[in-house]
Structure formats: structure tokens, C-alpha cells
T-cell receptor
Framework: EDQVTQSPEALRLQEGESSSLNCSYT??????LFWYRQDPGKGPEFLFT???AGEEKEKERLKATLTKKESFLHITAPKPEDSATYLC??????????????FGQGTTLQVKP | GAGVSQSPRYKVAKRGQDVALRCDPI?????LFWYQQALGQGPEFLTY????????KSGLPSDRFFAERPEGSVSTLKIQRTQQEDSAVYLC?????????????FGEGSWLTVV
């Protein structure tokens, strides 16, 4: 069964304190791994898609990396506005042409000034 | 439009009432998804449309849930005889053709509370 597990469930950081969020996955065949940001009361906002092991993508203070079993979202020198829930999702080859995303439960990040 | 639009944003329904949730996808997007998100959890897949064809409805939790997209644009998710366990956020998402690796964009969600 395709599965996604994120850790930690919650993370508190001081402004400027860098850290990483983990996304472990088991999937029959990976078509893509997605990172989304979700603010309270809002829908998920797209951040990155990674397609193959070794791939990295960056956007401002965020960098996403991918191995064959997990992905990391590295946050460098975070600011309070980075506080949100970060969702990881996989799209499996076995999903055919539906593109169904399987999500983890999310990591809620709080950055204190 | 500029993004995926959902209405109503908030709905309170009495147990047993029928509800209809509407989704306006990004213009030109052929792929449309519905997801259900319980409090503190990640979204869970309900159903997928390519244009007007419903290609996957494996995530619909019961036969009380029904989705349609008759003209390949606007979609409606209908829940009949609502139960308390149906309380959740219902997210709509749209994309270009999935086989081309297009990004999937989400709406703000419809918050359903069944009392």
C-alpha cells in the first residue's frame, strides 16, 4: 500500500534557527513527490515537485531534496512568516492517469521572533 | 479565473440534510480533483475528473457522496443525508493534463460542519 509519513508532527523554531522536515514514503513506483504549504483556513499552496532521486529545488529560504525513500524540506534562517503546515504528497505510477496525490499528515511549523 | 474557486466557504448542515459544494477550476484545466481533509490531517483523495469523465471515484466514502462535472468545467460534490462524520474541509483542485506533469492547484476549501 502506498504510504507517506511526515516527521515531526510539530516543530517550534526561533527566528533564524535552521532545520529540516522529513517525508518518508513507500510507493510501488514514484511519479512525483510534492511539497505544499497550508496556512490556517486556507487551501494547500504549491511549493515544489521532485521527480527523481538526487533532485533538489530551492525557493527563497526553502530547499527540497529527494532520495529513493524520503524527501527533506530544509528551512534556512526561517522567519515568522514561514509558520504554516507543510504537506508532503506522492503521486504513484500505479495511479494510472488520475494523478491522485497521497498526502502525509503534515508538519506544523511555528517560528518565533 | 485566477485560481480555483469554491463555494460556499462555510456550510452548517443539520444531520440528514443534503448539501452541494461547488468548484470552479482554473480556466482551461482538464483535470479536477476532490479531496476531504479532517482537522489536523492531510487531504484524502475522493474523486477525479478528466474533462466531464469521472475516471476515479475510489475515494468516495459511501454511496451518499456523488460528484459531477457535466460540461467539463464546474464541478459539484453532493452529500446526501449528511452525518456528523462528514464534517471536514472539502478541497477542490485542478490541473492541466496529468500525463504532462502539470502542477495541481488547490482551492481554499469548503468547510462543512454537520450538527
Amino acid at each position: 500500500e502506498d504510504q507517506v509519513t511526515q516527521s515531526p508532527e510539530a516543530l517550534r523554531l526561533q527566528e533564524g534557527e535552521s532545520s529540516s522536515l522529513n517525508c518518508s514514503y513507500t510507493v510501488s513506483g514514484l511519479r512525483g513527490l510534492f511539497w505544499y504549504r497550508q496556512d490556517p483556513g486556507k487551501g494547500p499552496e504549491f511549493l515544489f515537485t521532485l521527480y527523481s532521486a538526487g533532485e533538489e529545488k530551492e525557493k527563497e529560504r526553502l530547499k527540497a531534496t529527494l532520495t529513493k525513500k524520503e524527501s527533506f524540506l530544509h528551512i534556512t534562517a526561517p522567519k515568522p512568516e514561514d509558520s504554516a503546515t507543510y504537506l508532503c504528497a506522492v503521486q504513484a505510477v500505479g495511479s494510472g492517469n488520475t494523478g491522485k496525490l497521497i498526502f502525509g499528515q503534515g508538519t506544523t511549523l511555528q517560528v518565533k521572533p | 479565473g485566477a485560481g480555483v474557486s469554491q463555494s460556499p466557504r462555510y456550510k452548517v448542515a443539520k444531520r440528514g440534510q443534503d448539501v452541494a459544494l461547488r468548484c470552479d477550476p482554473i480556466s482551461g484545466h482538464v483535470s479536477l480533483f476532490w479531496y476531504q481533509q479532517a482537522l489536523g490531517q492531510g487531504p484524502e483523495f475522493l474523486t477525479y475528473f478528466q474533462n466531464e469523465a469521472q475516471l476515479d471515484k475510489s475515494g468516495l466514502p459511501s454511496d451518499r457522496f456523488f460528484a459531477e462535472r457535466p460540461e467539463g468545467s464546474v464541478s459539484t460534490l453532493k452529500i446526501q443525508r449528511t452525518q456528523q462524520e462528514d464534517s471536514a474541509v472539502y478541497l477542490c483542485a485542478s490541473s492541466g493534463r496529468i500525463s504532462s506533469g502539470n502542477t495541481i492547484y488547490f482551492g481554499e476549501g469548503s468547510w462543512l460542519t454537520v450538527v
